[in-house]
């Protein structure tokens, strides 16, 4: 396939991307900063006529090359980017701070959609220049954060929350495994209960939630109306009287929410049994995942509630 051509310019208007490309090479020199060898193959790639949205990074880079990149894309006003991933690289902290930096330029419509500190050793540091950068005088544009296998715990949480409380663009928030102890979801809960708060998922897996935890979160979502779906798989929470009242008045008030993962947690079939009898007016609820460990005829009542608004399905005549 012939290369895809650049739209022309008006004329007199820069291109953006020879802007970044001609500002970067004379910032590389200026602070004698080595090539990061996955910009070098995403900018071949464009010349190529591929239409890179997502810049990817996968093995590490000097950091100070990182941030000149990121203070050269927002130097350009290069835009033209949808999203950021880092996965197991990057100096943690440091490169939070780069692309806090860079989102924090980008005004209008285009730029940067989808954040990514994967497996990072992003702390309570990180996640405050993240909460500043996403609260209500920051961005207004990233709506999907994923922050897993970063051990920031509680106070990473903490910190995420005095901007994200206040955030009405976010729609998945991803803190799968960061060591969030029970106290966290008091700060989780803050996130929710903004009026505005637009998450539509929510995952929370492999965390210490715990029984004190999950009802924070879950008495904040019984409101949210842009809640869609809910993972807090492996939460080390038990099917106590609490957890299970919370969890049959979340089914009967939200009626947005479909999707529950609460598999992973220590749920008897007695517990499991109350679920089922939460879910027989709620004709919203699609999918609830809970221990494999409880009796298959558990399971088998849970499927057959679902989305029956409160009538059992009948099974297929032989």
């Given at each position: 396939m012939a290369p895809k051509k650049k739209p022309p310019k008006a004329?007199?208007?820069?291109?953006?991307?020879?802007?970044?490309?001609?500002?970067?090479g004379k910032n590389q020199k200026e602070f004698d900063t080595p090539k990061i060898a996955?910009?070098?193959?995403?900018?071949?790639?464009?010349?190529?006529?591929?239409?890179?949205?997502?810049?990817?990074?996968?093995a590490d880079f000097d950091s100070m090359a990182f941030q000149v990149l990121c203070h050269t894309l927002r130097q350009s006003g290069y835009n033209d980017i949808e999203a950021i991933r880092l996965w197991k690289c990057g100096d943690g902290?440091?490169?939070?701070r780069s692309v806090c930096y860079y989102l924090e330029g980008q005004t209008g419509e285009q730029g940067v959609k989808d954040v990514q500190f994967m497996d990072n050793g992003v702390t309570e540091l990180?996640?405050?220049?993240?909460g500043r950068t996403l609260g209500p005088n920051g961005n207004k544009m990233v709506n999907l954060l994923r922050l897993d296998f970063n051990q920031f715990g509680t106070p990473g949480v903490i910190k995420l929350?005095?901007?994200?409380?206040?955030?009405?663009?976010?729609?998945?928030?991803s803190l799968n495994y960061c060591n969030i102890g029970e106290d966290g979801g008091e700060?989780?809960?803050?996130?929710?209960?903004?009026?505005?708060?637009?998450?539509?998922?929510l995952e929370l897996m492999g965390n210490y939630l715990r029984e004190r935890g999950v009802i924070d979160v879950f008495n904040a979502c019984k409101r949210k109306t842009a809640l869609s779906e809910i993972n807090v798989?492996?939460?080390?929470?038990?099917?106590?009287?609490?957890?299970?009242?919370?969890?049959?008045?979340?089914?009967?008030?939200?009626?947005?929410?479909?999707?529950y993962d609460l598999s992973g947690n220590h749920i008897s079939d007695e517990g499991a049994g109350k679920l089922v009898h939460g879910l027989v007016s709620a004709s919203h609820v699609e999918k609830v995942k809970i221990t494999e460990r409880v009796a298959e005829k558990t399971h088998n009542a849970i499927k057959d509630y679902l989305g029956s608004g409160g009538k059992k399905k009948k099974g297929k005549k032989k």
């Amino acid at each position: 396939m012939a290369p895809k051509k650049k739209p022309p310019k008006a004329e007199g208007e820069p291109d953006p991307l020879d802007e970044f490309v001609r500002k970067y090479g004379k910032n590389q020199k200026e602070f004698d900063t080595p090539k990061i060898a996955r910009v070098q193959e995403i900018l071949q790639k464009i010349d190529e006529g591929e239409d890179m949205k997502s810049w990817n990074f996968d093995a590490d880079f000097d950091s100070m090359a990182f941030q000149v990149l990121c203070h050269t894309l927002r130097q350009s006003g290069y835009n033209d980017i949808e999203a950021i991933r880092l996965w197991k690289c990057g100096d943690g902290d440091k490169a939070v701070r780069s692309v806090c930096y860079y989102l924090e330029g980008q005004t209008g419509e285009q730029g940067v959609k989808d954040v990514q500190f994967m497996d990072n050793g992003v702390t309570e540091l990180g996640c405050e220049f993240l909460g500043r950068t996403l609260g209500p005088n920051g961005n207004k544009m990233v709506n999907l954060l994923r922050l897993d296998f970063n051990q920031f715990g509680t106070p990473g949480v903490i910190k995420l929350s005095e901007g994200l409380s206040q955030n009405c663009t976010l729609r998945q928030l991803s803190l799968n495994y960061c060591n969030i102890g029970e106290d966290g979801g008091e700060y989780i809960a803050q996130i929710l209960m903004f009026h505005r708060n637009a998450i539509e998922k929510l995952e929370l897996m492999g965390n210490y939630l715990r029984e004190r935890g999950v009802i924070d979160v879950f008495n904040a979502c019984k409101r949210k109306t842009a809640l869609s779906e809910i993972n807090v798989f492996d939460n080390k929470f038990t099917d106590t009287p609490e957890v299970i009242k919370v969890l049959r008045e979340l089914f009967a008030n939200n009626t947005t929410l479909a999707t529950y993962d609460l598999s992973g947690n220590h749920i008897s079939d007695e517990g499991a049994g109350k679920l089922v009898h939460g879910l027989v007016s709620a004709s919203h609820v699609e999918k609830v995942k809970i221990t494999e460990r409880v009796a298959e005829k558990t399971h088998n009542a849970i499927k057959d509630y679902l989305g029956s608004g409160g009538k059992k399905k009948k099974g297929k005549k032989k």
